[in-house]
């Protein structure tokens, strides 16, 4: 018997594993007729001491992420999904899903890439690891 979930939240980078994490996120939340979240972490240590003391860089950043996440929003709704959200945080993408945006969307089911698009922490062992090891919810890491 498949279990069914009613609150989906994928979390998007735009690397090549979190786009299959949104695809089947996708297909999941409608055959489940679930809510989905889609998140996306703005990461301040990716940015240089001078951009993260800019107030203006750092609001045209999460402006600039804001926007491309409605794209992903809007991806959803065209494939058929009815109740989607979506959101940006800010943090270190691991740490801030697990104890902001949970606690927060209260989801059933976390799906995730794994491997990041930059950073060091790019390959499975870092965020997705954190994620799957720390979450208080069922994670699925595709890859």
């Known amino acids: 018997m498949a279990t069914k979930f009613n609150r989906i939240l994928v979390g998007v980078d735009d690397s090549a594993d979190a786009l299959l994490a949104f695809e089947y996120a996708l297909h999941q939340a409608k055959r489940d007729d679930a809510e989905l979240y889609i998140v996306s972490v703005l990461e301040s240590n990716d940015m240089s001491v001078y951009e993260a003391l800019s107030k203006d860089f750092v609001h045209g950043e999460r402006q600039e992420l804001e926007q491309h996440i409605q794209d992903y929003q809007k991806q959803a709704k065209e494939a058929g999904l009815t109740k989607v959200h979506a959101l940006v945080a800010d943090g270190e993408p691991g740490e801030t899903i697990v104890k902001d945006v ?15 698009k930059q950073g060091v922490r790019r390959h499975f062992g870092s965020q997705a ?13 595709i890859r």
């Open 129 to 141: 690891a954190y994620m799957a090891k720390y979450s208080p919810i069922s994670v699925l890491v």
């Open 102 to 116: 949970i606690p927060h969307v209260k989801p059933d089911l976390l799906i995730i890439g794994s491997e990041a």
